[in-house]
């Protein structure tokens, strides 16, 4: 016999709600890493802004600095993202990001093989089961991308000021800082659903009795 429950979308919700709440320690260590993640992406990010945002003013005080730490402040390099080494370290950090998302979101999972088992005896459908997982890890994404960023953001900002001085503030690139912001959210949005997916697929697609059976 077919299973025929299937709840609405408020009620996955509200479930995915509760979930997060009863299983707030542990779902806390998930969005803590998903912070880490991204404001690691975001410090090198908004850093490249920032500095790139010094190059363009041409300010002599500015541009002396940066030689001093080893930019390429000549005619030839007028973008701090050309430069290879800059590109190696925004990669270096979107793979710790990917990296810790994923390997969050895999643990997240597997040790709930029995509140899936359960809900699979209850008559809950494989679709019902993956949307409640997808749901909770858009929010705890959002969270977390959310934090991460204007963590990162913040600590870019903060460092900028001690090593160029207040003055640097005034040629803060705040649209590409912006920029920035949101596209590191929607990476920690988007890789927290992409670390979530598949292990939920297959759990979701587990016999009852094999579901309940795996050891925590």
Do not use: H
Not at 59 to 79: C, E, H, R
């Amino acid at each position: 016999m077919r299973r025929l429950v299937a709840l609405p979308l408020s009620k996955s919700f509200q479930m995915a709600y509760q979930s997060i709440r009863v299983r707030f320690f542990r779902s806390l260590v998930t969005t803590t890493s998903l912070v880490l993640a991204v404001a690691f992406l975001t410090f090198t990010q908004a850093g490249n802004d920032i500095t790139e945002g010094l190059l363009i003013s041409q300010d002599p005080a500015f541009l002396q600095i940066l030689s001093k730490i080893g930019y390429d402040v000549s005619p030839d390099a007028p973008s701090i993202n050309s430069s290879p080494k800059q590109r190696w370290i925004v990669f270096l950090s979107l793979l710790v990001c990917v990296v810790g998302i994923i390997n969050a979101q895999l643990m997240s999972v597997t040790e709930r093989f029995r509140e899936i088992g359960t809900l699979k005896c209850l008559g809950a459908l494989d679709r019902f089961i993956v949307r409640i997982f997808v749901i909770e890890a858009t929010m705890q994404g959002l969270a977390g991308g959310v934090v991460g960023a204007l963590l990162g953001t913040l600590v870019a900002l903060t460092a900028s000021i001690f090593r160029f001085g207040s003055a640097a503030v005034s040629v803060m690139p705040w649209t590409d800082l912006g920029a920035t912001i949101f596209y590191a959210v929607c990476t920690g949005t988007g890789l927290s659903l992409l670390g979530v997916l598949y292990p939920a697929i297959i759990a979701s697609r587990m016999l009852p009795v094999e579901a309940m059976r795996v050891e925590q």
